[in-house]
């Protein structure tokens, strides 16, 4: 089992940045992969990156280049970094995990964990 809070969601100006963050407990010494999912009103949930036990990761096109994710293992915490953020970014924003590896890691149904999610929102 694992258990995953969100934080660092809130308001930004268009082309601004914002950093989330997640703390996940539980059993979080085997193979797991973290990853971050977002919803737009009246949009399906998809994935924007994920990042596996070894550190490699993967993105969503449409983030490539403007968002990171990273991890601190000895905090157990993971993070997204989101610059030059744009109106199609807003969105509630969930961390995910997977046990195992990247496989899969950016759609719904290969995520075994969920949070409750952090709020984005962008003015223009």
């Known amino acids: 089992q694992l258990q995953l809070v969100e934080s660092g969601g809130g308001s930004v100006q268009a082309g601004g940045s914002l950093r989330l963050s997640c703390v996940y407990s539980g059993n979080t010494y085997s193979r797991i992969t973290m990853a971050w999912f977002r919803q737009a009103a009246g949009s399906e949930r998809e994935g924007v990156a994920a990042?596996?036990?070894?550190?490699?990761?993967t993105y969503a096109d449409s983030v490539k280049g403007r968002f990171t994710i990273s991890k601190d293992n000895a905090k157990n915490t993971l993070y997204l970094q989101m610059n030059a953020l744009k109106s199609e970014d807003a969105g509630l924003y969930y961390c995910a995990a997977k046990w195992g590896g990247l496989q899969n890691a950016l759609h719904d149904y290969g995520i075994d964990y969920w949070g409750k999610g952090t709020l984005v929102t962008i003015s223009s």
């Open positions: 990042i596996d036990s070894g550190s490699e990761t």
